[in-house]
């Protein structure tokens, strides 16, 4: 009977505790006050309970209300930013004489894909977040300022989509792929410092006009901008100090490239923004000693300024790291967590979530814009061929980020020129050292912008006859 009681005892006293333990939990979470509320996620409420508010104005589906964007004239509520071609307090109005704005980079068509995963890919950062110049750790020389879950995220992505090897690879971080590309540059011309003349830095026509004037800009003793590969044939110098941008899937034509240079001491960055399933076919993972990635074209988030690169060498690894916190002292910790969270978003479920909802896009828009210029005798498009890709496993069709159209008759030298007179702005071919024949259209923007531009070429090629005559 005595034991009997004296288990009672202890099972009274471990409820009491329990119950004590939950009574402290509950104070400490809760306030005192009455109100049900949790004291410690009050800060977080408000700050979704204001991105909620903005994001629920819709704007007629022509454009966006930002948290940090205009407020109304009330000193509370946001205002409407319309789209291109559209105006008024809600954005309804359609303006009847706007330009097809097809110039920019901007790739605002992954905007519907995080409308659908808002919950997942919303972040919520605290006021003392991140205040800390560095993350603690110092593994590698990067570790004290480059998220190790992000590069881990980074990495899982490759695996998915297939198109790069990280395994054994260094990755670096950097402002958008634009301050890699020089970050590379600066690296990769120490590699070869022996030599008495600076790296020669060459990119193929039609080649992104940053190479040059971002090299330019920065120009040095180690390094000098040179152009077009061809011109380094007459140079007994070039093949053991170029270093050679290899844009792949190339912007602006969309095509796969290799190197041109050849030599043992030749080096070449290759550029990998649009080397995604969504972009091209992918037909192996990459495996070269530097490659650079963007966020901008993986997710759409351009504002967010991140790449990153993929580095064989350590040494190079360490002089792009050294570039980059001379230049920054490290990336942004929101901008780190924005992207982790965005990452984490895109892997899941299986992973292909994001690749198949923009390659269904990108592949219906050219197949759109390619039906309106295979009516035209006047202008053309680049040619590119279906390949197999691993990661759809199948022989699939083409889905470029650019339109590389020229303009066929003989006196229209400068095609820019002939589709703003039919209010259509591209980007001119001379921008990538090419011919002004030449004029690049951007299929990454909004939909409203993309139906402009169809809307537009349609009256354009309607019209071709007439302008013949004229």
């Known amino acids: 009977m005595a034991k009997g009681m004296q288990g009672f005892g202890y099972a009274f006293c471990l409820l009491l505790s329990v119950l004590l333990n939950i009574l402290l939990v509950a104070n400490i979470l809760y306030g005192g006050d009455g109100e049900w509320r949790l004291r410690e996620l009050k800060w977080s409420q408000d700050a979704a309970a204001a991105a909620e508010t903005v994001a629920a104005l ?70 003392w977040h991140r205040m800390s110049y560095s993350f603690p750790g110092s593994s590698n020389p990067g570790s004290a300022y480059f998220s190790q879950e992000l590069e881990n995220h980074i990495r899982k992505v490759h695996a998915v989509a297939g198109n790069a090897i990280t395994d054994g690879k260094y990755i670096v971080f950097g402002v958008g ?13 120490l590699e070869n410092s022996s030599s008495l003349s600076p790296a020669k830095v060459v990119a193929k026509i039609p080649f992104y006009p940053l190479y040059k004037s971002q090299t330019e800009y920065f120009e040095t003793k180690y390094y000098e901008f040179q152009g077009d590969p061809s011109l380094l044939k007459n140079d007994t110098d070039a093949a053991g100090n170029v270093i050679e941008f290899v844009t792949s899937p ?3 034509d969309g095509h796969l490239r290799a190197p041109v240079v050849g030599g043992p001491f030749a080096r070449a960055i290759y550029d990998r923004a649009y080397y995604w399933p969504h972009f091209t076919a992918i037909p192996a993972a990459a495996d070269e000693d530097l490659s650079i990635f963007t966020i901008s074209k993986l997710t759409g988030h351009a504002g967010s300024r991140f790449g990153w690169a993929i580095v064989k060498d350590k040494s190079v690894y360490e002089n792009m790291f050294m570039y980059i916190k001379a230049a920054e002292l490290g990336i942004s910790k929101e901008t780190q ?38 009516q035209s005798h006047r202008f053309t498009l680049q040619e590119i061929s279906p390949k197999y890709c691993n990661f759809f496993e199948k022989i699939r069709g083409p889905s470029p980020a650019y ?28 921008m990538f050292s090419a011919e002004d024949r030449y004029v690049r259209l951007s299929l990454l923007k909004r939909d409203d ?7 537009r070429l349609r009256e354009l090629v309607a019209i071709e006859d007439g302008a013949k005559t004229m």
């Open 58 to 127: 819709q704007c007629s589906g022509h454009g966006r209300a930002y948290i940090d964007g205009k407020i109304g004239d009330d000193g509370i509520t946001p205002v409407c930013e319309c789209h291109n071609c559209y105006s008024g307090p809600d954005c309804s109005l359609l303006l009847p004489d706007c330009f097809a704005d097809a110039d920019s980079g901007d790739p605002l068509f992954l905007e519907p894909f995080w409308v659908q995963n808002a919950a997942s890919s919303a972040v919520v950062v605290s006021g």
């Open 177 to 189: 792929s634009t301050q890699l590309c020089n970050a590379a540059v600066y690296a990769l011309s």
């Open 250 to 252: 190339n912007n602006p």
């Open 337 to 374: 967590l924005r992207a982790l969270t965005l990452l984490k978003t895109v892997l899941q479920g299986d992973g292909r979530g994001i690749f198949n909802f923009s390659y269904e896009k990108m592949k219906s828009r050219w197949e759109k814009l390619s039906q309106i210029i295979s």
């Open 403 to 430: 339109a590389w159209v020229k303009c066929l008759w003989e006196e229209e030298t400068n095609c820019t020129t002939v589709l703003e007179a039919a209010k259509i702005i591209g980007r001119a071919g001379s």
């Open 449 to 455: 912008d993309f139906e402009q531009l169809l809307v």
